[in-house]
Every structure is written in C-alpha cells, then in structure tokens.
C-alpha cells in the first residue's frame, strides 16, 4: 500500500481558501486516492475521492497531477467548522486503507 | 439505508481485565468490516479487517484479537487489558466490490485502562 506524507498542521482563516498537498511517490496503476475529515471524538467521514485530474463536489475539489505522486485538496471559503483533521489515503481494491496522522486545520476567525 | 452500531460508547476498564467491543452494520450484505484504534493526538491504525465470515486478517499482532460469528457482527477482544490498550476505537465497513469503496465509520468506543 502507497505511503503518504501531508503536513502536520495548517492555520486558516475564516473565508481563506485551503489547499493541502499530500505526496503519494510509489502509487500504484489501480490506487484511487481518497481524503477523509475527521472531527474530535467521532469517526473519519468520506470527503472526496479520485483518480486523475480533477473532481469537484459540494465540499471539495481534488486536484491531480498527471504523474498522480500528489494530490491536493481545496477547500473553499473555509469556517470555524472545517477545523478538524485531514486524512490522505491511498489505496486499491479491498480497501483496508491505511491513516496516516493526518493535517490538523484550524481555521480562525 | 445502512447504518453502524458499535457499543459501548465509553468503557473504563482495570488492567488485566477482559474485553469485548462489538460493531453491528444494518442494511448491506457481506460487507468488509474493519476495527481502528486511535490513541490520544495521534492517527487511525488498523488492527483487523475481515472480507467475510470467519476470515480475519491482523495488521499489528498485539493483545487483542478478533471475530465475525456472523455476516454483520464484528467484536473486538483482549483476555486481559494493558495500560497502551486506551484509545478510541471505531469499527467501519465497505462493499467488497473490487474497487476502492468508501470507509463509513461508526460512532466509536472511548476505552480508559487503569
């Protein structure tokens, strides 16, 4: 399974938008690439997921480059609420993904 | 509509006791079940996941140890319970499809050892 390695933590301010980049250099042909927001004392919850270029939904956008050794994701116009911390993963067809720590935002007002 | 339940919600146990945690998913079938442990400010590691009934496969060999009696059940044991055992644990799923599917997690289990 593809290791990944994102920034610990991240400050931001309310109405910013945020970008966090994480690398994944050994993924493989068949991995997607999938990002996940966890608040204090509850369990990760699906943010968004793709393969290649970008996917957009009503929380996020993914950005992709062709060699897919990174990923981005963007988080517009963020609130006090989107303070929680971030997951990258990598992964392929069982699922059994692997969290890493993560990048803690925490957004300001 | 399918749903997660794991109980108990919180547990304060004695070091050296045993332990049970169970995790049921309602309205899927033959789902991948998975149990996490997340200690204190730090990341999700994963201690089993099963593809199906009877089949469990350990990522960390440690004191604990589990089992899927039945399609949807998936409990989380110890014989006896050490101090590095706290955390918060969460069990999840996934539809086996063969192609990489979202983790739903549960609501977790807070476990204090003393």
């Known amino acids: 399974l593809a290791k990944t390695t994102q920034p610990i933590s991240m400050d931001s301010y309310e109405g910013q938008e945020v970008n966090i980049t994480c690398s994944h250099n050994?993924?493989?042909?068949?991995?997607?690439i999938t990002w996940y927001q966890q608040f204090p004392s509850q369990g990760p919850r699906f943010i968004i997921q793709?393969?290649?270029t970008k996917v957009t939904n009503e929380v996020a956008s993914l950005f992709i480059p062709a060699d897919r050794k990174s990923s981005t994701l963007s988080l517009p116009r963020v609130s006090l609420s989107d303070t929680a911390v971030y997951y990258c993963?990598?992964?392929?067809?069982?699922?059994?993904?692997?969290f890493g720590k993560g990048t803690k935002l925490s957004v300001k007002p | 509509s399918q749903t997660i339940h794991q109980w108990p919600a919180t547990l304060v146990q004695p070091v050296g006791s045993p332990l049970s945690l169970e995790c049921t998913v309602e309205?899927?079938?033959?789902?991948?079940l998975y149990w996490y442990r997340q200690a204190a400010g730090r990341g999700l590691q994963l201690l089993f996941y099963s593809v199906g009934i009877g089949q469990i496969s350990s990522e960390v060999p440690q004191n604990l140890s589990a089992s899927r009696p039945q399609d949807r059940q998936f409990i989380l044991s110890s014989k006896k319970l050490l101090l590095s055992d706290s955390g918060f644990y969460l069990c999840?799923?996934?539809?086996?499809?063969?192609?990489?599917?979202?983790?739903?997690f549960g609501p977790g289990t807070r476990l204090l050892v003393l």
């Open positions: 050994n993924i493989a042909t068949n991995d997607y």
């Open positions: 999840a799923w996934n539809r086996g499809s063969g192609v990489q599917e979202t983790q739903y």
């Open positions: 993963l990598v992964g392929g067809s069982q699922g059994n993904l692997i």
């Open positions: 793709g393969y290649k």
């Open positions: 309205g899927t079938s033959n789902p991948n």
